[in-house]
């Protein structure tokens, strides 16, 4: 079992940075192995994949590509998402995920509001 726990969401102005932290309950090996992600739901929307991570390759949604980056901390079991210059259409709850083989887990989600 993996609990993983977001912060650092919170409202932000358009153009504006904003760091999401992802806190794993063990070591999940962001960089050398294991797969971690961040999605995002929107009212009204279904959830999306927005970064992925694993053995330290990258990938990105073309929405957030150049904008946003996925890391990870393997010392401290803790997996980040930077957020630059932000949109209003990137309001949203932002969940961590992560994947050990079979088992996938999910964190309760943080909101990140973006206003005009």
């Known amino acids: 079992q993996v609990q993983l726990v977001e912060s650092g969401g919170g409202l932000v102005q358009a153009g504006g940075s904003l760091r999401l932290s992802c806190a794993a309950s063990r070591s999940i090996n962001i960089n050398t192995g294991n797969f971690m992600a961040w999605y995002r739901q929107a009212p009204g929307k279904e959830r999306e994949l927005v970064a992925q991570?694993?053995?330290?390759?990258?990938n990105y949604a073309d929405s957030v590509k150049g904008r946003f980056t996925i890391s990870g901390d393997d010392a401290k079991n803790l997996m980040y998402l930077q957020m630059n210059t932000l949109k209003p259409e990137d309001t949203a709850v932002y969940y961590c995920?992560?994947?050990?083989?079979?088992?996938?887990?999910w964190g309760q989600g943080t909101q990140v509001t973006v206003s005009s």
């Open positions: 991570i694993s053995g330290g390759r990258t």
């Open positions: 995920y992560a994947r050990k083989g079979v088992l996938a887990y």
